[in-house]
Structure formats: C-alpha cells, structure tokens
C-alpha cells in the first residue's frame, strides 16, 4: 500500500467520487463534493484497503500510518 489517507476539505480533496472502493461511499462522496467546492468540513479517509490489511496481519496497522494520520490532522486544523 502506498497512500493510506486521503485528505478533504477547504476546496480541495484528494480523492474523486470514482473512488468508492478504496475510500468507501461516504468518504468518496465527501471527496467529491469538497473537490468541487461545496461546504463540508475538513476531514480524510482511511481507505478499506488499511482494514483488509488490518485483518490480513493479526490486527496490526500498516507502519506508515500513523505518520499519515497525523498529518492529515495537522491539515484538517490548518482549514
């Protein structure tokens, strides 16, 4: 996995609406329309490919993140 978390918010996302697998409907949604700029508070997504892997390795989480998280929180404060 390369990218875990996708950012949105502030007139910017980093995913499309095309991408109800990975991010899930809701967070695909939420993508879509903050990248179109309407109203929805900042946030991200943690793709569904983190829970495959989280169920796939005995409950741990993928070394990278929570370094991802951390900065997609230190974005959402920034909005």
Same mark, same amino acid.
Request: a negative charge; one cysteine or more; glycine letters at 16%.
């Given at each position: 996995?390369s990218?875990?978390?996708?950012f949105?918010? $502030? %007139?910017s996302?980093?995913?499309? &609406? *095309? =991408?109800?697998? /990975?991010? $899930? %409907?809701?967070?695909?949604?939420? &993508? *879509? =329309?903050?990248? /179109?700029?309407?109203?929805v508070?900042?946030?991200?997504?943690?793709?569904?490919?983190v829970?495959?892997?989280?169920?796939?390795?005995g409950?741990?989480?993928p070394?990278?993140?929570?370094?991802?998280?951390?900065?997609?929180?230190?974005?959402?404060?920034?909005?």
């Open positions: 996995m990218k875990n978390v996708y949105f918010g $502030g %007139g996302a980093e995913g499309k &609406a *095309e =991408m109800k697998d /990975l991010l $899930g %409907g809701k967070g695909a949604n939420l &993508a *879509e =329309m903050a990248g /179109l700029g309407l109203p508070p900042a946030g991200f997504t943690i793709t569904t490919e829970c495959t892997y989280y169920y796939q390795h409950g741990s989480y070394e990278s993140l929570q370094a991802e998280v951390e900065s997609a929180l230190a974005r959402v404060e920034e909005v």
